[in-house]
């Protein structure tokens, strides 16, 4: 992996970005746009916030409003064969997390992103793959959220989160995340 820097005509709105060579994305993506997000987002993860290196905790796609975290059983296991319930909360809290993180990112903000409170309901036991899936969401909400956050502000979004294992909810999450605007930090879009 190479840091390069790649121009709007690119596709790139960020003046610089990681660029990922063929043999390194990560199957599923679409564009090179998305293989760079996940895997620069990845990265953070795993220098960051460690326990997801222990959990494994792999992007498995990203579309610019969809973030998808996915981890294997066997490193978030408990005593029962399932999965652990503190990495399910972990992997639904990350999916927001992440999700910010990059839409931040795209916005050409830069902030400081919190959990401030939040919901989790265990509704069936996971017994694969933990994959999570969190959505921007419809309506107002965002718009509204980035523009604090342009006026050099704070503020605050719901998200919500479902873990799928055999084609139903087996955990949903509702969580309420609070960005703040690091001093020096907004910048505009390119032009």
Not at 4 to 15: I, K, P, T, Y
Not at 53 to 70: E, F, H, N, P, S
Not at 176 to 190: C, E
Request: hydrophobic share 35%; proline share 4%.
């Amino acid at each position: 992996m190479r840091d390069v820097c790649l121009r709007e005509s690119a596709g790139f709105r960020d003046s610089c970005s990681i660029f990922i060579p063929e043999s390194d994305r990560l199957p599923g993506h679409e564009t090179m746009y998305t293989d760079t997000l996940g895997k620069y987002l990845e990265e953070i993860l795993h220098t960051k916030i460690p326990l997801t290196k222990q959990m494994d905790v792999r992007v498995a796609g990203y579309d610019g409003r969809t973030l998808i975290l996915k981890a294997p059983l066997n490193r978030n296991v408990n005593d029962k064969g399932t999965a652990f319930g503190g990495s399910l909360f972990s992997l639904a809290v990350l999916s927001g997390w992440g999700l910010l993180f990059l839409k931040l990112k795209e916005e050409n903000l830069s902030g400081d992103i919190v959990i401030h409170e939040s919901t989790i309901s265990y509704r069936l036991p996971v017994t694969g793959v933990l994959e999570v899936r969190c959505s921007i969401p419809e309506g107002e909400e965002y718009a509204d959220l980035i523009e604090r956050l342009r006026a050099g502000g704070r503020g605050k979004i719901s998200l919500e989160t479902d873990l799928m294992h055999e084609s139903r909810v087996a955990v949903s999450f509702r969580g309420r995340y609070v960005i703040q605007i690091l001093k020096g930090q907004v910048a505009s879009p390119i032009s």
